[in-house]
């Protein structure tokens, strides 16, 4: 049994836009597709993206977008219903697992989600972002507390706008103004690398995937040509805005390879498909909280993923094999998420445990930093440095919580001696 995805858009004729062409490639090695970005007499340059001229295309190959109506995407039903019942029943687990705790613990695990999934999201495309800058960016912009609070720069700022944008306001109709925006604060300069490009509007020149040595490349993909963007974009976000019957997450399945497959941007594509795709994710749950990673676990299946993207971009529009992959990364994502939810019950177990003992500002903040980031042995001259305190009352707030049992001594002994959690704070 076959679905056939038709929301009743009209199609309109292609809209022209001035034409330019950009040259870029993105070669391959064992590990898949990595980047490499080359100029026009061929130098290397580091940069993502290699676009090449048109005629290089492959002519025999007709890419998904060239079909009549190829929005029109099909299904089997009853492959696709198994899986997306299993994925369905693990986020309803999940949100009430996550419902079950506190707000302060709540607000923990969608700070660590959110953080993880915008570092991981720019490690796909090659980029690193300092994690405790992003994390301080999430914490102030929710009001959430963040052990080490630090400043984050202008880039990171940005790009956490972008996603709290797209999951916390999960329910606000996308626009074109509202993806321009987006790509606004992935390029903020104007530039990708060395390379100036069109910010905040859509492409004008063509656009092509490729890999290979140079002189015999292989193209995996030609997007639409610049003529067709505006036209395409704005089907998408019609359906994007449009009620249907579809089942949510299989809307944000659809909407990553519909985006993708379109590519209107000169860069970032990649990272603002990710971000329709959590917001996307968010509006299948009704909720911005986000207590696991899409982008972590793409990041760790790319290989897999750069391979059914092409199988189904170079399709006749059948794209079952696209949303099974899409959902079984999901559910490999709901599934790795139970470490982080493990680690926050630890420290709702702790908390709650010894919520009638009262503790002091310094004792509270290194007792949580020992469950979020702290490396090493905690020592008393450690203690003294991170609570900008002297050795004395150090010793003294360690040998309170010893008293109170909310910290152990290690069994080394004399200048040694170093304190831990206590075996309470270990899952059963």
Not at 327 to 335: H, I, T, V
Request: proline share 3%; net charge neutral.
């Amino acid at each position: 049994m076959y679905f056939s995805l038709s929301q009743g858009l009209r199609r309109t004729d292609s809209c022209g836009v001035g034409e330019k062409t950009l040259r870029a490639a993105l070669f391959s090695s064992k590990n898949g597709l990595i980047p490499r970005k080359y100029s026009a007499n061929r130098r290397f340059i580091p940069r993502k993206y290699v676009f090449l001229h048109r005629q290089q295309q492959c002519e025999e190959m007709k890419y998904l977008h060239e079909h009549d109506n190829w929005w029109e995407f099909r299904y089997d039903t009853e492959r696709i219903l198994s899986v997306l019942g299993c994925v369905r029943a693990k986020q309803g687990m999940l949100l009430g697992r996550m419902m079950s705790l506190g707000f302060d613990f709540q607000g923990e695990t969608l700070l660590s989600a959110l953080s993880v999934e915008l570092t991981s999201s720019s490690e796909i495309e090659g980029e690193s972002l300092d994690l405790a800058q992003v994390r301080s960016s999430i914490a102030r912009r929710l009001g959430l507390p963040a052990a080490g609070m630090v400043g984050s720069s202008r880039y990171i700022e940005g790009v956490v706008e972008m996603l709290l944008d797209a999951t916390q306001r999960y329910d606000h109709q996308l626009t074109s103004e509202r993806l321009s925006g987006w790509h606004n604060v992935l390029f903020p300069s104007g530039m990708s690398g060395l390379y100036q490009i069109e910010v905040a509007r859509y492409r004008s020149g063509d656009m092509q995937v490729v890999s290979g040595p140079m002189g015999r490349e292989r193209v995996h993909y030609q997007a639409p040509s610049p003529e067709r963007v505006p036209c395409e974009m704005s089907r998408f976000i019609d359906w994007v805005n449009t009620e249907s019957s579809v089942d949510p997450v299989l809307r944000a399945a659809i909407a990553h390879l519909w985006f993708i497959t379109i590519h209107p941007f000169d860069d970032g594509n990649g990272r603002i498909a990710r971000a329709l795709t959590d917001m996307m994710l968010a509006r299948s749950e009704q909720s911005g909280q986000r207590f696991y990673s899409m982008s972590a676990e793409i990041k760790q299946q790319r290989v897999a993923y750069y391979d059914v993207l092409e199988r189904t971009q170079r399709g006749d529009g059948d794209i079952t094999e696209w949303l099974v992959w899409f959902l079984q990364c999901l559910d490999s994502a709901l599934d790795n998420t139970t470490s982080t939810l493990s680690h926050v019950m630890q420290k709702a177990r702790y908390w709650e445990h010894f919520a009638d003992v009262s503790v002091n500002e310094r004792q509270r903040k290194l007792l949580n930093m020992l469950f979020d980031d702290f490396f090493g042995k905690l020592t008393s001259s450690k203690w003294a440095k991170i609570a900008k305190c002297s050795s004395d009352t150090a010793l003294n707030d360690i040998n309170d919580l010893l008293s109170k049992g909310m910290l152990v001594k290690s069994a080394e002994g004399g200048r040694s001696t170093s304190y831990s959690l206590p075996p309470l704070t270990t899952p059963s």
